[in-house]
DNA sequence: ATAGTTGCAAAGCATTTGCAACAGA
DNA sequence: TCTGTTGCAAATGCTTTGCAACTAT
């Protein structure tokens, strides 16, 4: 994968930001650092850097995907109130995933998990 | 809500199948049945029916929903290989939940979890 | 030099919607 | 009767893609 400077640019403003944005919301940070970068560009990085493992894709059943650039395996809480999305402080509960897969006979390799309710600012 | 054929079929043709259609599918499934049913009306029912709590409508990431007849809370299953989407018979993990507020301090009130893996008819 | 990448615009797809005709209650 | 619903087609909105011009290596 050659390094380009959209695709550092794209990483970087990923990565500097909690909110999980959606495509359409990192091309307007983008292109305040590169007025001329297309939608394209954006998308095809944001793939690209998924599969290459580098970030990750949460599909939270809204309209569009967010993304994430902390590509180490997490959990969500999704604000019902503001839609805001958090990150949780806690590692994967691969115990509970294994006994899933004993009760259930699946051959299970990974899980995801998203909480719902009201988040602390919305209180 | 006022019952209608075309609402009833869509519900039943949901029903009877555990295959998590998307909507797509649904829509040649029903009109098998209604050769004149529109992409519209089965649209407009499914985001109806999941309102009022008779269905629930699953966003895994893929391209389109998958709606699932069965209302109650479940866990699913998703193969990597085929696609195939299985419910799993056992309860949420409400002890779980409750253990994961506690940890993170935020009030949760539902959760949902995916798992990943091989299904029995692909290994 | 050359294969990967970009910008642009058009295309794809799933889903939604405006509207007039229709049909449950 | 009268409001909710349908079929149809057009419109939305997010995401992908073809292509010629670039550019990192």
Redesign the pocket.
């Known amino acids: 994968?050659?390094?380009?400077?959209?695709?550092q640019v794209?990483l970087e403003e990923l990565r500097g930001t909690q909110n999980h944005p959606?495509?359409?919301d990192l091309y307007q940070r983008v292109r305040q650092r590169?007025p001329?970068?297309?939608?394209?560009?954006?998308?095809?990085?944001?793939?690209?850097l998924r599969d290459q493992g580098a970030i990750q894709e949460l599909t939270l059943g809204d309209?569009?995907?967010r993304w994430d650039g902390n590509a180490h395996p997490h959990y969500h809480f999704t604000c019902q109130r503001c839609g805001r999305v958090l990150d949780l402080e806690m590692e994967p509960a691969q115990a509970w995933q294994e006994e899933v897969a004993r009760r259930t006979g699946l051959a299970i390799t990974q899980h995801r998990a998203e909480f719902y309710g009201v988040c602390p600012q919305c209180r």
Chains 1, 2 share one sequence.
Request: hydrophobic residues 40%; proline residues 0%.
């Open positions: 994968m050659r390094q380009t400077f959209q695709r794209i959606r495509a359409g590169i001329t970068v297309s939608f394209g560009t954006v998308y095809r990085n944001l793939r690209l309209d569009a995907s």
